[in-house]
Every structure is written in C-alpha cells, then in structure tokens.
C-alpha cells in the first residue's frame, strides 16, 4: 500500500493519510488451498491519521467475552443475549446455547502516547474513514467478486492488545498484545522507515487442534515495509 501523509495541523499536529495506491490484493494463505483476498478500493482519501507532535492515544484494544452467560442456566435467556449485544451459539457449534459477547473496541489506555502514533482506521471524531476493501475467500489466486461487500479494516501503530475472555468457554483469558511502532513524520517518505500497522482482532471458534477441537485465536496482522 503506499500512504500519502498531508501537512501537520499547526494547533494540534496531526496529518492526515491517503491510501493513494495499493496492490490489487493483499492476500494471506488460510491454509487448506484457501486465500483470505483483501482487495482495497484506492484512492482512500483521509484514509487515516499520524500524530506528528504525539499527544493522542491512537493504539487499539479488541476485547469479546466468549461466555457472557449459557441459556437457560441460572434465569439467562436469549433477550439477555441479545441485550448485551451477543450471539447465542446454535445447537450445531462447540457450545450449544452458550452467549458470545461482542468486539468491544477502544483505545489503548497509554499513558504516554507516541511522536508519530498512526491510526489508519475509521474514526468519527478525527473524520477518518480507514481502509475500505472488498473481502473474499477463495482458491488462489485471487480474483476477488465486485458483489463482496465493503469492510473498514482498522489498523494502529500500537500498542495493540486482544483479550478473549473466557477463552475456549473457559475459565481462562487469551491475551495477545504488541508495543507496535510509531511512524516519523520526518523520515515519513524514506523507505523501510520506521513504523508498522498493526491489527488485532479476537476469533471465536477459529482453529482446529490435533484432537479435532476446535478452539478460539486472538490474531495480531502486521504490515511492514
């Protein structure tokens, strides 16, 4: 993907991003002769922003509960589900009748923030709109479907973390997280400068084990020059 960064706010020093160019897919191998196809729909005009003079908590956090609560067991029900946002797991999955919360996402919570901090991602606030892409999972190579829907990807320069609560419905917590690294407004153009995008999203039910299980995966994407 290639980034086209504007000119700093004099007050608050951000700059706005560009995706002025990508390639046609970004593709990463699921394994089983499929292909996770991401096609972005460039030009992506304030696509994102940097923070050249810091000051602004621009990491991410992903949090789902994997159990909010089982239907029908101490007066739970699907309203409640439903209340809290979730999903109830049908009698087909690992764990019938089981709520799955939602994505909850927030910032970061760092203290001090970054020079050079980077969201690239849709944020109402800043008038960011992210990376739009069409998504598609198909045999290599990619060929992508103008009928696929657009998502908004969000990717941070950090520091990010996933947590799945009640992992694997569970008594555990998953937790994946990562310092990430800022940008340069100064070295913005130099190439393999510093900074990586980073993305972490919670997936219930993504893996299957050696024994057929089937368990949940708190993944970290990274994107580095």
């Known amino acids: 993907m290639d980034l086209s960064a504007g000119v700093p706010d004099p007050t608050t020093g ?5 995706v002025s160019g990508a390639s046609d897919f970004i593709s990463l191998d699921l394994g089983g002769g499929m292909t996770l196809c991401i096609h972005p729909l460039v ?9 050249c003079d810091g000051g602004f908590d621009l990491g991410a956090t992903a949090i789902q509960n ?3 609560g089982e239907v029908g067991v101490g007066g739970f029900t699907e309203q409640a589900c439903a209340t809290a946002g979730g999903t109830v797991e049908p009698a087909t ?3 019938p009748n089981v709520c799955n919360g ?14 050079g901090s980077v969201l690239l991602g849709p ?6 709109q992210g990376l739009l892409a069409q998504v598609t999972i198909e045999p290599p190579p990619c060929q992508g479907s103008a009928q696929a829907p657009t998502t908004q990807f969000s990717f941070s320069s950090g520091p990010v973390e996933v947590q799945i609560l009640a992992a694997n419905n569970s008594d555990q917590v998953l937790t994946v997280d990562d310092p990430g690294e800022p940008f340069s407004c100064v070295a913005w153009t130099q190439e393999n400068g510093p900074g990586r995008l ?7 039910h993504a893996l299957i084990t050696g024994n057929m299980s089937v368990v949940d995966a708190a993944n970290l994407f990274t994107l580095d020059d």
């Open 93 to 95: 999955a690992p764990h």
């Open 14 to 18: 951000l700059a706005y991003i560009d």
């Open 123 to 128: 944020d109402a606030d800043l008038g960011t």
């Open 43 to 51: 030009p992506i005009t304030n696509a994102g922003v940097i923070a």
């Open 198 to 204: 980073l993305q972490a999203r919670p997936v219930l």
């Open 66 to 68: 994997h159990h909010v």
């Open 102 to 115: 939602p994505i909850v996402l927030g910032p970061s919570g760092t203290s001090q923030p970054p020079l």
